[in-house]
């Protein structure tokens, strides 16, 4: 099972995409199991065909010609979202998910891309590196926290699709993703 990850849409009223015309949609481009969860840009699927990249390609082409605008799409197989959640290197279980969040990247990242960023000057906030992840902890949560916003400049990303995620959706789409039976 894979999980599609959909960057910026169903925010502030813009780029509207209904989950069941995204759920027939996906059907129609010959994904199979197709679920969509919350209303921000996540749905499970399977596929008997196609690698992560060509996955999403598919589906951020298939977007764009139903609904008539862009949309970055990562893909993510189970075994990558159960790292990502197993790997995480602050302390999940002692925190409130609105303080924890994962922002995928749909390339690996190195240190020297976050460079420009002093850490201590942005404490209690801290974030750390993963496989093609950036965990981030936020006290006082995303909306006000100041590291996500140095974070999220285009010097940073440049060149990359991120879309982030809380704790909960983490946790969600890894067991939306996971074998049955």
């Not at 999940?92 to 850490?119: C, K, M, N, W």
């Not at 965990?135 to 991120?162: I, M």
Request: glycine share 10%; net charge neutral; hydrophobic share 40%.
């Amino acid at each position: 099972m894979y999980a599609a990850l959909l960057r910026g849409i169903n925010v502030g009223g813009s780029r509207k995409v209904p989950m069941a015309d995204l759920r027939a949609l996906m059907e129609g481009l010959g994904l199979d199991d197709v679920r969509t969860y919350l209303q921000s840009g996540q749905a499970v699927f399977s596929s008997g065909h196609g690698d992560e990249a060509s996955l999403a390609a598919r589906l951020a082409d298939g977007i764009e010609r139903h609904f008539g605008f862009g949309v970055d799409v990562i893909v993510r197989d189970h075994a990558y979202l159960r790292a990502v959640a197993d790997a995480c290197p602050f302390p999940a279980a002692e925190l409130e998910p609105r303080q924890l969040h994962v922002t995928y990247f749909s390339e690996p990242v190195t240190p020297g891309r976050f460079g420009q960023i002093d850490q201590a000057a942005f404490l209690p906030e801290e974030f750390r590196l993963g496989d093609r992840a950036l965990y981030l902890y936020a006290p006082n949560g995303l909306g006000r926290s100041k590291l996500a916003e140095q974070l999220a400049k285009p010097r940073v990303t440049r060149g990359l699709t991120a879309t982030t995620r809380n704790w909960n959706t983490v946790l969600k789409l890894v067991e939306l993703t996971a074998p049955t039976g």
